[in-house]
């Protein structure tokens, strides 16, 4: 189940958004400001929907934050402002996509499909229910899966495999962006923190100690670049 993060100040838009997201199978949490959105960043959600005029901290300063911390993740902008001034900023920013208001919901809808789509390739369910009937939800990189609620990944003989905290984090990273290459600064930044001033080397040393405990695991080490986790 993709996890969704809307932010938008309009109560009104925001509960429509959130129905008619969670309408499509999807884990979607509001919030009403941009200070409350901030604290969520290191969840790390699938997707975030940031309108642009927020209370406290604008979309602009959310959307450099967030990439700050992960810079693969995909953000859908929204503004009733001047679109294109906002469309070029926001794109100049990082941003995947931008909707101008007032849009459709469901165009909303169609967006944040294809943009998943694209980022992260088909999954085998979008109704939450992963093969076992677990409505928890997991995520694939065969032969395990990553428990993403209980923070540990599941064998192929069901047994569960208990990671540390940043050895959980770097392969939910990894898993999350399969089919990529990753070059080991994207995952510095992304696992360890825009403000770490260590050897990128530690990437590699966490790796290592990954493979150990899950020596089926298909990641591609990348001579010279980085890592490339096989798509399930």
Do not use: C
């Amino acid at each position: 189940m993709y996890r969704i993060y809307v932010v938008e100040d309009e109560e009104h838009l925001g509960g429509l958004l959130d129905a008619y997201l969670t309408k499509e199978g999807w884990s979607v949490r509001t919030f009403a400001d941009g200070l409350a959105a901030r604290g969520a960043i290191q969840d790390r959600p699938d997707l975030w929907i940031l309108d642009i005029m927020l209370p406290g901290v604008d979309g602009y300063q959310l959307l450099r934050e967030i990439k700050a911390a992960d810079p693969m993740l995909p953000i859908i902008f929204i503004s009733a402002r001047d679109a294109d001034i906002d469309r070029i900023v926001g794109l100049e920013l990082g941003s995947d996509d931008y909707l101008a208001k007032p849009f459709l919901p469901r165009e909303l809808v169609v967006r944040t499909r294809k943009l998943l789509e694209r980022v992260y390739g088909a999954r085998p369910s979008e109704s939450g229910l992963d093969p076992a009937g677990d409505r928890r939800p997991h995520l694939p990189v065969p032969p395990y899966r990553i428990d993403e609620l209980a923070r540990v990944v599941i064998g192929p003989d069901g047994g569960t495999l208990e990671l540390t905290s940043r050895e959980f984090e770097l392969l939910l990273y990894l898993a999350r962006h399969a089919g990529r290459l990753l070059e080991r600064e994207q995952v510095l930044n992304a696992v360890w923190g825009a403000d770490y001033f260590g050897s990128d080397r530690v990437v590699d040393d966490l790796v290592r100690r990954i493979r150990r405990k899950l020596p089926e695991l298909r990641l591609e080490t990348v001579y010279g670049s980085g890592y490339r986790m096989a798509r399930a």
